[in-house]
């Protein structure tokens, strides 16, 4: 790390805050709050009723229940910005092929796998982490 990216340094603290902000604001914003957006267009798509559309988002906070021990782990065992790495990757693998998806079972599998993974190592948890351990004067 150089000079200016130290533990010590009081302005890279608040990057890494605006950081974890916007990874918060893209990962969450787009999935668990933007999910709504496209119930009506997928259930038109698919053939679905809107019950069964939002079975997509309970697969995604299910996902992200289920991996969110693993990234505890990780981010307690590896440098953070590994995880918020490869949260970002898969976030994006999972994006892609749900944008492309033409059955619907491709469409479950990745709510189900990259992009649950990926929104859970950049959401909540890795950000209150990351605060936690860059903000430790007034705690």
Same mark, same amino acid.
Do not use: C, H
């Given at each position: 790390?150089?000079?200016? #990216? ?12 605006? #950081? ?40 995604? =906070? ?6 969110? $021990?693993? =990234?505890?782990? #990780? ?15 898969? %976030? ?8 492309? #998806? ?9 709510? %189900? ?10 959401? $909540? ?15």
């Amino acid at each position: 790390m150089s000079g200016a #990216a130290t533990r010590g340094d009081g302005r890279y603290k608040w990057v890494i805050l605006a #950081a974890a902000f916007v990874a918060q604001m893209l990962a969450l914003g787009s999935t668990s709050f933007g999910f709504g957006l496209f119930v009506k267009p997928v259930a038109a798509e698919f053939g679905l009723s809107r019950g069964d559309v939002n079975l997509g988002l309970m697969l995604l =906070i299910v996902g992200m229940a289920l991996v969110s $021990p693993l =990234i505890g782990r #990780a981010l307690d065992r590896l440098p953070a910005r590994w995880t918020v790495l490869g949260g970002a990757l898969l %976030f994006g693998i999972g994006a892609l092929t749900v944008a492309v #998806a033409d059955t619907l079972w491709l469409l479950a599998v990745a709510v %189900f796998l990259p992009l649950a993974i990926g929104t859970a190592a950049l959401g $909540p948890l890795t950000a209150s982490t990351l605060v936690a351990r860059w903000f430790d004067e007034k705690r």
